[in-house]
């Protein structure tokens, strides 16, 4: 807690108003938000590679963003670190009843159920504690920052979570396919870009939503085929160069022999 402790003051130092780092000071909780998403982007890198230092390097410049919003809002006397580690604490606790009391839950499932009717009760309580305040919808607290992929999965989930879902995964394929009809049928007409971006959308849409009856990751799962296609590509441009020829020089179907003999050689 020493450690902790000194990162603490070393925050309170970069935003002193008189010999404090200049940038640090002059940042809001809106302005850092962006450098928050890349420190997160960053970490899942270090996760992928295995990269153990990387890891460790990572979480701590993301613990240094989550001392820094505090230190924001403690300075507009909203709250502080303390604050944050109580609150997350007291929620921990609260969503694990069979760790922290005598609840007996036997498997996996059971504690997804009881963990969302716990997530369902605090959205409610939240509802009726704010009530000088504009009633909140159902969706409203799906955060609309993230990727747009993890904001489909997350409002798809919502809305599952009151019973608004695909009853059979079946379903929702028949849907990929009607909508796919709908993209055909939108590209079959001139100048009709916007159209078809919407059609695109919900086939993308119903894409996540049959990853997300089967619990994957829409998100892993498309970075998956990125990383997948790099191997393949690399493929080609490697074989080439060893053909004494660059992707310029290279003809479309050459380029297609290559791919194809990357799909049996790589995974």
């Known amino acids: 807690m020493k450690e902790l402790d000194k990162l603490l ?3 309170k130092s970069l935003r002193d108003p008189v010999n404090g780092c200049p940038w640090d ?8 938000k962006g450098y ?9 890198d270090a996760i992928k590679s295995n990269d153990m230092d990387g890891i460790r390097d990572e979480l701590g410049d993301l613990l240094f963003h989550i001392i820094f919003y505090s230190e924001m809002a403690d300075e507009d006397k909203q709250f502080n670190f303390e604050d944050v580690v109580k609150q997350l ?41 704010n009530k000088n305040k504009k009633e909140k919808r159902l969706l409203d607290d799906v955060a609309k920052h993230m990727p747009a992929i993890q904001t489909a999965a ?23 396919k009607e909508e796919l009809l709908e993209v055909s049928e939108a590209m079959d007409k001139s100048d009709n870009l916007d159209h078809i971006a919407e059609e ?7 894409c996540i939503n049959l990853a997300r009856h089967y619990q994957i990751d829409s998100e892993l ?4 085929t990125n990383d997948k296609f790099i191997r393949r590509f ?17 003809t479309l179907e050459e380029m297609d022999a290559l791919w194809d003999e990357a799909k049996l050689k790589l995974n």
């Not at 000071?25 to 850092?32: A, G, V, Y």
């Not at 963990?115 to 959205?123: C, H, M, N, P, Y």
């Not at 690399?234 to 020089?249: C, F, G, R």
């Open 36 to 44: 928050t998403i890349e420190e997160a982007y960053e970490l899942v």
């Open 234 to 250: 690399n493929y080609i441009e490697a074989s080439l160069i060893k053909q004494n020829k660059s992707l310029d020089d290279a």
């Open 200 to 206: 695109l959308g919900d086939l993308m849409f119903c």
């Open 154 to 176: 997350r409002l798809q989930k919502r809305a599952a979570s009151i019973g608004f879902d695909w009853s059979e995964s079946k379903d929702i394929l028949d849907k990929m």
């Open 89 to 129: 604490n007291q929620k921990l606790e609260r969503r694990h009843p069979h760790v922290f009391s005598d609840t007996q839950l036997d498997n996996k499932k059971q504690v997804k159920e009881l963990w969302e009717q716990i997530k369902k009760q605090e959205r409610k309580n939240a509802s009726n504690n």
């Open 25 to 32: 000071r002059e940042q809001t909780i809106d302005s850092i």
């Open 9 to 11: 003051l070393i925050m």
């Open 221 to 224: 799962a498309l970075q998956g």
